[in-house]
């Protein structure tokens, strides 16, 4: 019983400490949770998804047309006023009425294509749609990764300026405590108390701002996300966590835009724009069908019709062979509009693909720049922070003056924002790039 006792207050206390441990956050996501739940629950991906599903059910039907066409035929006729016929007889007209008051006639028809060159060229435009579709909720996941991504890094370092900024105050209301005790005793003027509160309110705002930089920073991917906006949630890790993946090497001549998604989604438009040209090209291709048709007529005068022996049947089996002739040379101007649209297109292509191909190298250049300033930034760091804490100490022996540490203070804490940015934008660059050369499906 006590060993029971003694494992219950232990599973207690250690729900209380993981509550007080996370603050009252009901998610702390990584990258990677965060990416699964906005590929799953943010409405674009499901439009995109939904956008397939249509293609796939369109090109089924283009491939009905291929199949046997059945219908189920009736049709009804009531005359109103009877055919006159006229014929000479002995030298004379005689003219009679011909026909029934009512004609019937229902059955079955039945048609289908046997040689269509339009047809089946259609049927591959309509595979080229589905394949677009799937290119095209593969660039809307691209979007989503690269929004969801870059407002992660966004709050990594509100994360960290919130660091940054926190030390610069507890360090001035450790510099205003010193102060105060020097005051006391008469060591140091009032104009050192002075300068050190208004030290200390000066490094407030900075606070406050960068903890409401992370609320919005949040709401922000809570939004892109499909979270409720009241939910509270956090992130994991830090922007120091990616720095090993700024020493990973990137050769530029290894980048390619085989996997950009806007190329891609051009390419498969090209043979569509190619197909259509075939397509009216083919209009002038003789086409062949068979049809035929299993009906029952029927024939009478008013009560005389419903009888068995005034319905009879009638079928048919044929062969039809259309041969396009002339039709107001409106098929030659749909070729010539069909191959202006497709080198309208390409000449886009070569446009987008030169100016993807700068964004590219401009990415690249810019990785390159931000390890550098990385590197320099953290070396500056461990100097600053050397100079700083060599000026509190001159302060407190009384060989120093507030105005070192406030200079100290201000190159520490530039030094410190500066490596922070540099691997944020690292961090930003790199994705523009992942995203240019269409890698960003494999975070």
Do not use: C
């Amino acid at each position: 019983m006590k060993k029971i006792v003694l494992l219950f207050t232990l599973i207690v206390l250690q729900w209380s400490t993981s509550a007080q441990d996370t603050g009252g956050v009901e998610l702390n996501l990584s990258l990677e949770e965060a990416l699964q739940i906005a590929l799953s629950e943010n409405p674009t991906i499901k439009i995109a998804n939904k956008e397939i599903e249509i293609k796939k059910y369109a090109k089924r039907g283009t491939y009905a047309a291929l199949y046997p066409q059945i219908d189920a035929t009736g049709t009804y006729q009531r005359v109103i006023e009877k055919q006159t016929m006229s014929m000479s007889l002995g030298g004379q007209t005689q003219s009679i009425k011909v026909g029934s008051d009512n004609s019937f006639s229902g059955g079955i028809t039945a048609a289908m294509p046997l040689i269509n060159a339009q047809l089946w060229t259609s049927l591959k435009l309509s595979a080229l749609d589905v394949e677009l579709s799937v290119e095209k909720a593969r660039s809307s996941k691209i979007d989503m990764i690269e929004q969801v991504t870059a407002a992660y890094y966004t709050v990594l370092l509100s994360k960290e300026l919130l660091l940054v900024f926190q030390r610069v105050y507890d360090n001035a209301v450790a510099n205003n405590r010193e102060v105060k005790k020097k005051f006391d005793v008469g060591i140091v003027s009032e104009y050192d108390l002075i300068t050190s509160n208004v030290s200390v309110k000066n490094a407030e705002p900075n606070v406050t701002s960068a903890k409401n930089n992370i609320t919005l920073a949040l709401w922000q991917l809570k939004a892109l996300l499909g979270i409720d906006l009241n939910k509270n949630i956090d992130v994991k890790g830090s922007l120091m966590d990616y720095v090993p993946a700024m020493e990973k090497a990137v050769v530029l001549s290894d980048l390619n835009l085989e996997n950009n998604t806007t190329l891609r989604q051009m390419e498969i438009q090209d043979e569509q724009l190619q197909k259509a040209v075939k397509l009216t090209k083919l209009a002038n291709v003789p086409t062949l069908s068979i049809n035929a048709a299993y009906l029952y007529s029927a024939l009478g005068n008013d009560g005389k019709f419903f009888v068995r022996s005034a319905w009879n049947p009638y079928s048919y089996a044929g062969l039809q062979f259309n041969v396009p002739i002339f039709a107001g040379l409106s098929k030659r101007s749909a070729t010539k509009q069909a191959k202006l649209n497709l080198e309208n297109l390409r000449l886009q292509k070569e446009n987008v693909e030169r100016n993807l191909r700068v964004q590219m190298i401009q990415s690249f250049n810019n990785m390159q720049t931000y390890v550098k300033q990385y590197h320099s930034a953290s070396a500056t760091v461990s100097q600053a922070q050397r100079g700083y804490d060599i000026a509190a100490k001159r302060y407190e022996v009384g060989s120093g003056t507030l105005l070192e540490i406030d200079n100290s203070q201000v190159a520490l804490t530039q030094s410190e924002l500066s490596r922070s940015q540099a691997i944020y934008e690292f961090l930003n660059s790199k994705l523009s790039l992942d995203k240019i050369i269409g890698h960003l499906e494999n975070k």
